[in-house]
């Protein structure tokens, strides 16, 4: 309570209120129900002199998140009600002020209330007053002795309303307010010797406006590549630079004055106004003196700020928002800065790492002015901190045609680069601080070699656009194995003056060739060896001999190094790389086109000189001729002759041939369709060795190999026999050369026909010569062979078979229903000779079906009759099966014969028993006439025998004409 | 009017090309974005529009891409202002060849309307295409035509 006493009185003057909070540790009953506690409130009220509404419980309870969250609205409705008060109150004295003589007090006015309301959080009539403000700010008139004052004020007004602008989600008016608030104070920079202070509180809007709007990115809102807050970080920081440029040509450090005009700066009572004139409204200084002192105070502290370390950390930001905007080329400029910056805070080498990493982009699109520059300024780094192996590389840079610097600069520049390799210390980079300066010599006179420590530097080319280019050149795209390669090694310098560099080495995908190509010029002096003009294309040959393991491989120039300098000393080895891979490409491409070369004199045009960095080696060219003789067609299975020759057209013997013949293509086909030996197998020895393809090698020879083979076809058609040749030869490439041993490998084939040598048909008839589709047991019957020779040449039949099955003979016994045999013919060609194995040729029957027949009948008839003389026929029917059959037999009347003999008749046969019928005919008529038909009729079978019959028996009989009497 | 009026080469699309690359190792192209031509009204200050006109570029390829890819008339070929800087505007325009032009006028001057800036483009782009016709230009070279520049210099000196 007393406490409660203690605090209002010190807050009287204030308009205040008090509310108090119990904080209770049981938990309250049911409002009403304690009444004491009530009684207890009241009293304390009372004796606080507080309001009922103003005292709170705060039960320390499990659920205090409820009780505060009604504590923090109790608390706000209040703070609420105050600062509406306030606001109303500030708001009332509106009608004390007028325009003209309470200009600034309005200001002021609306700051108020636009202040009041922000608190109360009303950000619309907040926004709306700070605007009037800032407008009223806009209407003062400004001089050099207030524009401070009035710039700060702004400075605020603006950042409130941008501020608020962005919470309320309207960009676009905090983006235009902020240009108008620009616009309105760019001029107006004040008094002249302090213009640095407006570039530092341009630098400042910018920067913070930037933050704003970054701010309010982070709560959702969506940049543009076109509209980031990368923009305004970018401006403050050239406001900055604006600042340290503008400090660097005003200020100057004084001795401290005896009486500080700033001593007051830390407590002023108004923003912005000048620590030895406060309050101070008139338009004229009043104490030109002090106001000179102040100048120069303010001139002395600003010359104590780092700016760069302002500028750096501007950079940076605005570098992270362009690379987030996709804005490449942006961020590169901005790291440009940034490394000049780094250059003006004598941070030598990050400077030079900053601007290592951009040259390469500007190399690739091209922009050599922006790349000049950027290399110039590295150049000064890299003197400064000693880099020397960044010192040559820029050198190699900035001397060559590709960077746009005046030629004066070039020659110093070639100048500088030859003492650095000859072991010397360079002329200082023009333009750099002179106390750097000193400390640089010092330190490139530490860098001199000792014998014992020679430096080498290796710098890629793909990487830069040096003075110096260099394409290598093989004369063609293929070679062989037996001829030279030759390589051109072109190289072109455009810088200034000639250079001499003292070694030149080409390496090679395969290593072995590396060692001959390698110029070493220590003692040629004058125009030779490695010595290069300006601007005239300089080519070094180098003949290279295959080597047998790269045929058929890619021969390829990986790199090419070139040295300037001693090994002993300083040595830069200039490497060009990697032309076979793809990455080359990406490399290698700035260093096309972007620039026509210069010099009309030179014979060679550079740009049109194609790299060809590869080379494909080829097998040698074989020699040798392969021939295969023979006569086609060939015939099926016989030994079919093909003769191979092969003759070696090569200056020397050729070594290790091998010879390949054989079928090529062919696994599908059945085993042993097609087959080839080398010679001819005794006649009954037939199979031995089968292959499908023969091998023989010959140790060496120059002479030609004639060999026959047989090939044996088993199928008609056409089949391809390949003959393979691979020999190895020793080749003079050179004449003084070591000989080289080539392999070669040459092939050639030939397409045999094959025919049938001739066609067999076979037909089955009866004795009557009709054909017949079924044989019938123990009937005879005729086989007939038709063979037609089909083949072009004459072929002997040695001898022809006729291999039965065992059903058939003369007379079997056991019939089967099926017929089968072969006819086997042994032949060969005519033209051949008698120990020349015949060909077996089996072909087998169609199977015919044989029929069995329950009867025979056997014919008894003379050979012929004569007319008018009777003819006695008799028939003999057995029967064959062993059943007793009974025969019907009627014989048809006939015009050319009577006869005496059963007309009709019927018997019986008993099994394999038979009857003879007997006839006597007696011709009418001579000629071959027909015999009276004889109809077989067995009633026991369903089928009709008739017809099968009247084949048993003849059907005509030959008649003779009666013989005339002699004499008669 | 113009501070500073830019040509930049086209742009090649480098994977087209690979498969020529492999079969050529040194078949080389126009590429990317780099100045045919560039003047200021300053000399002395023409690094600072290098850079300028350079950093537009990164607008350039956006406003391209999402051309290409959003519309299906190619034919716009302004791009309209690329961006603000505090004291130049850069105004971009792009042939169908894809050869770019780039456009500085000062903040300042309020006089130019956008129908200004696409009528000096127009020159501009019928300049470019008189050059270009000569047989004797190489395409990708700087331009050296004494026409092209007189158009240049007026655009840069009227008023």
Redesign the interface.
């Known amino acids: 309570m007393i406490c409660c006493v203690l605090s209002r009185s010190s807050l009287q003057d204030q308009n205040t209120k008090v509310a108090v909070v119990l904080i209770q540790k049981n938990a309250p009953l049911p409002p009403g129900d304690d009444l004491q506690a009530l009684e207890r409130a009241a009293t304390l009220c009372s004796a606080c002199d507080l309001s009922a509404k103003s005292l709170f419980v705060l039960p320390h309870t499990d659920h205090l998140i409820g009780y505060t969250i009604r504590l923090e609205n109790a608390f706000y409705d209040l703070a609420q009600s105050y600062y509406h008060g306030e606001c109303r109150r500030v708001k009332a004295h509106k009608e004390f002020l007028n325009k003209g003589t309470h200009q600034l007090l309005l200001v002021r006015h609306q700051f108020k209330v636009a202040f009041f309301n922000e608190l109360r959080q009303d950000p619309h009539s907040a926004v709306k007053h700070y605007r009037q403000a800032y407008s009223l700010l806009g209407e003062l008139k400004t001089s050099d002795i207030n524009v401070l004052e009035i710039k700060i004020v702004a400075g605020f007004v603006n950042y409130k309303i941008c501020r608020l602008s962005f919470q309320a989600s309207a960009p676009l008016d905090a983006i235009s307010q902020f240009r108008k608030h ?1 616009d309105l104070f760019k001029e107006k920079v004040g008094c002249p010797d302090l213009a640095f202070e407006h570039s530092a509180w341009l630098s400042k809007q910018f920067s913070l406006f930037g933050e704003l709007f970054d701010e309010a990115i982070r709560n959702g809102l969506t940049a543009l ?2 509209q980031h807050p990368g ?1 305004y970080y970018q ?1 403050a920081a ?1 406001n900055a630079i604006v600042r340290r440029q503008l400090c660097q040509g005003l200020c100057h450090t004084t001795t401290p004055l005896s009486m500080n005009p700033l001593e007051n700066a830390g407590n002023l009572d108004f923003f912005g106004q000048r620590p030895w004139r406060q309050g101070f409204q008139g338009a004229e200084p009043p104490d030109a003196g002090i106001e000179h002192a102040g100048i120069i105070a303010l001139q002395a502290q600003e010359i104590q700020v780092d700016h760069s370390w302002i500028i750096i950390p501007l950079l940076s930001s605005a570098v992270a928002q ?1 690379k987030k905007y ?5 961020k590169r ?1 901005l790291m ?1 800065q940034m490394g000049e910056e780094y250059y003006h805070a004598r941070d030598f080498s990050k400077a030079l790492m900053l601007l290592g990493r951009v040259t390469w982009d500007y190399r ?4 050599w ?2 790349l000049t ?1 950027v290399l110039i300024t590295s150049l000064r780094c890299a003197y400064l901190v000693g880099d020397m192996q960044e010192y040559i590389t820029l050198s190699l840079e900035l001397m060559g045609r590709y960077v746009e610097n005046s030629p004066e600069e070039k020659t110093r520049c070639q100048t500088n680069l030859i003492q650095v390799m000859s072991n010397e210390c360079p002329e200082p980079e023009p333009g750099c601080d002179f106390d750097a300066v000193e400390e640089a010599k010092e330190l490139w006179k530490t860098l001199k070699v000792t014998p014992q420590t020679p430096q080498v530097f290796t710098i890629q080319m793909e990487q830069i656009a040096p003075f110096i280019e260099c ?1 290598a050149v093989f004369d063609s795209f293929t070679t062989t194995a037996d001829s030279t390669i030759l390589l051109q090694i072109y190289l072109r310098v455009t810088c200034p003056f000639p250079i001499r560099f003292c070694k030149i080495a080409v390496f090679f995908s395969n290593q072995f060739y590396n060692q001959q190509c390698v110029v070493e010029t220590g003692l040629i002096q004058g125009e030779g060896g490695l010595y290069l003009l300006p601007a005239k294309t300089k080519v070094i040959p180098f003949q290279l001999v295959p080597q047998p393991e790269d045929v058929g491989k890619l021969l390829q120039v990986t790199s090419v190094a070139l040295e300037l300098g001693s090994r002993e000393s300083r040595c830069a080895v200039l490497v060009w790389s990697g ?1 076979g891979g ?1 990455t ?2 990406v490399n ?3 260093v ?5 070369s210069a010099s009309k004199e030179d014979q060679i045009d550079w740009d049109d000189l ?5 080379i494909k080696i080829e097998p040698r060219k074989p020699q040798i001729d392969i021939k295969l003789k023979h006569e086609p067609p060939a015939l099926v299975n016989e030994f079919y002759e093909l003769q191979l020759v092969v003759e070696s057209l090569e200056d020397t013997p050729v070594k290790d041939l091998r010879v390949w013949l054989g079928f090529q293509d062919e696994h599908e086909s059945a085993e042993n369709a097609a087959l080839i030996y080398s010679e001819v197998p005794a006649a009954h020895q037939a199979v031995g060795q089968t292959k499908s393809f023969i091998e023989f090698t010959v140790k060496e020879t120059n002479q030609k190999i004639e060999r026959s083979y047989f090939v044996k076809c088993s199928q008609v058609g056409s089949r391809t026999v390949t003959a393979k040749i691979t020999y190895s030869v020793d080749v003079q490439v050179e004449p003084n050369s070591p000989p080289v041993t080539c392999t070669c490998v040459k092939e050639d084939s030939v397409v045999i026909e094959i025919v049938m040598p001739f066609e067999i048909s076979l037909s089955l008839t009866n004795l009557k010569l009709e054909r017949l589709d079924q044989v019938f047991e123990e009937e005879p019957f005729l086989l007939l062979a038709g063979i037609k020779c089909t083949s072009p040449w004459p072929v002997t039949m040695v001898t022809t078979t006729l291999n039965m099955s065992p059903e058939v003979g003369i007379v079997g016994e056991e019939m089967g229903s099926q017929l089968q045999g072969s006819l086997c013919s042994r032949w060969r060609r005519t033209s051949a000779a008698d120990e020349f194995p015949v060909v077996i040729t089996e072909l087998t029957f169609p199977s015919v079906t044989v029929e069995s027949v329950p009867f025979a009948i056997q014919t008894d008839l003379p050979a012929y009759g004569c007319v008018q003389t009777p003819l006695s026929v008799s028939y003999l029917v057995r029967n064959r099966t062993l059943q007793v059959q009974e025969v019907e037999v009627t014989v048809e009347p006939s015009d050319a014969f009577m006869y005496a003999g059963h007309k009709q008749i019927q018997f019986r046969l008993l099994p394999t028993g038979d009857h003879r019928l007997k006839f006597s005919l007696y011709p009418l008529c001579a000629g071959f006439v027909t015999l009276p038909k004889l109809h077989f009729n067995l009633p026991r079978f369903q089928v009709s025998w008739d017809e099968h019959a009247q084949k048993m028996v003849p059907s005509n009989v030959f008649i003779k004409p009666r013989g005339r009497e002699l004499g008669s | 009017m113009a501070v500073c009026v830019a040509v930049i ?1 086209k742009e090649v699309n480098f994977l087209g090309y ?1 498969a020529v ?2 079969l ?12 045919l031509y ?1 003047r200021t009204v300053s000399p002395e200050e ?2 600072k529009f ?2 300028t006109v ?2 537009s ?3 350039v390829e ?1 406003k391209v891409s999402s051309l290409t890819k959003s519309s299906n008339d190619p034919r716009e070929l302004y791009l309209g202002l ?5 004291d130049y505007k850069v105004y971009g325009y792009v042939t169908n060849s894809k050869i770019k032009f780039v456009v500085v006028v000062e903040s300042a001057n309020t006089a130019l309307r956008d129908n200004e800036i696409r009528t000096m483009f127009r020159k501009l782009h019928v300049a470019y295409t008189d050059m270009f016709c000569n047989p004797f230009y ?1 395409p ?3 331009i050296t035509s004494r026409n092209f520049e007189r158009t240049v210099f007026e655009m840069m000196k009227k008023d």
């Open positions: 620009v590549q076109t923009f401006q050239n362009f996709k804005s490449p080329r942006m400029y440009v690739r699109e091209k922009w002015s922006l520059s394409k032309w793809e080359a490409i290698n491409y700035f096309n086109y972007g620039l026509k194609k790299i060809v960095s590869k | 080469g690979l690359f492999f050529f190792d040194e078949i080389l192209f126009l590429l990317q974005n780099y100045p560039l023409e690094l290098h850079y350079h950093t570029l990164d607008v956006e690329l961006y603000p800087t505090e190489n990708g070279e700087n």
